[in-house]
Nanobody
């Protein structure tokens, strides 16, 4: 069984920073894509950062968001700088395993921003 384990959410003051981490446990799996989505309260889930095996990384807000990978540990991280109220959401780790035909989601970690 494959599980995505997230950590790093919490309450941060506006202008602050935090880092979210996600690692894969269990198996077997083959990572085709891995990254982060977020879902603000009452809104739809949206992609924040996504790495696709082969070298492509999608990062819509590259000024304040930094995405990193640790391939040896099958882990990804997302650092958010200068947090704004609009960054508040539940952040979900995501993995696409096309070899086994499955996608996985973490349980989500809540990021709250105080003004």
């Amino acid at each position: 069984q494959v599980t995505l384990v997230e950590s790093g959410g919490g309450l941060v003051q506006s202008g602050g920073s935090l880092t979210l981490s996600c690692s894969v446990s269990g198996g077997p799996f083959t990572i085709y894509a891995m990254g982060w989505y977020r879902q603000p309260l009452g809104q739809q889930r949206e992609m924040v950062a996504l790495y696709v095996n082969g070298g492509s990384t999608f990062l819509p807000d590259s000024f304040r968001y930094t995405f990193s990978r640790d391939d040896a540990r099958n882990a990804v991280a997302l650092r958010i700088d200068d947090l704004q109220v609009e960054d508040a959401a539940v952040y979900f780790c995501y993995m696409d395993d096309r070899e086994y035909g499955r996608t996985y989601w973490g349980k989500g970690t809540l990021v709250s921003v105080s003004s």
